[in-house]
């Protein structure tokens, strides 16, 4: 479906709503440490809870000069409860810990939207529920801030009981910077559908094997595991890198005739019809809540195929090589 989505700058958002108002983020990773200080950069007023008192995230988040406090406190006192655990643990310390402080005019906060779109957090009809999600892992979100920029965001609204949600998720990612990139209006299932897609076909699943597979052909047929690191992996960041400047076409006109040449005449019979046919299958189970509902049976398992599938790749010739070549970079740069 085509659509044509508006982007909202600075000067398209008010960001003094936020006044007065207290931010509780809870939790501490990736993206709680990058989204909590770039807020209170902005003069918001941030608290952080975290689940582990003591633990890493709170010793991380005193260093950075937090407080943080247990989930349930933080939850208290939040004006907004900017939920930002792992997926896989929010609904069971939604429960326990924030629900029973989710009272008419507080706000419930989201940067990914699975627990909301498959239902399983199912927050009080009287609270607003928004999502404010980057399109960036924090460590960028963080450097981007710092240089005066910004990633650019999505920010969604699931209910408005106040009438208010959308101008505090659209100040919420103001504060952080995402306006200055730029941010898209979007809906959960639009946000939670593409994002388990991308990750799945494309950007890391997809990858991963299309890499993992050219590896192994050239080895297979004699070549050294190093040259093939080189040609499959190493040089992965160059291209995509090209793309993200200038996008495809650009990137066709900077390499070699004879290398654009063998993209457009054995591209698309490496990925091919097929292979988009199983895309569209992959995207149907996720759009029926296929996916989660495998994702949250492994979970309750105990994640033991993710932990296989950890190991597995990490005897692969493709990482003891690739640790090889990293380090020899590595010790360049020191």
Known sequence: MNMNMNVLHDEDVDDSILMGKTIAVIGYGAQGDAQANCLRDSGVNVIIGVRDMPGRSRDKARSDGFDPVPIAEAAEKGDIVHLLLPDEVQPDIYTREIEPYMKPGKVLSFSHGFNI?????????????????????GTEERRAYLEGFGVPGLVSVKQNPSGQAREIALA??????????????????????????????VLCGGLVELMKNGFEVLVEAGYPPEMAYFECVHEMKLIVDLIWQGGIKQMAEVISNTAEYGMWSTGKKIIGPEVKDKMKEALKRIEAGDFAEDWVAEHKRGIPFLKASREEIGKHQIETVGEEIRRLFSDKKE
Do not use: N
């Open 172 to 201: 919420m990612a103001k504060a952080m910077h995402w306006t200055k990139a730029g941010i898209l209006d979007c809906t959960f299932e639009q946000e939670t559908y593409e994002d388990l897609f991308g990750e799945q076909c």
């Open 117 to 137: 779109c498959f239902k399983r957090i199912v927050p009080p009809e009287d609270v607003d529920v928004i999502m404010v999600a980057p399109k960036a892992p």
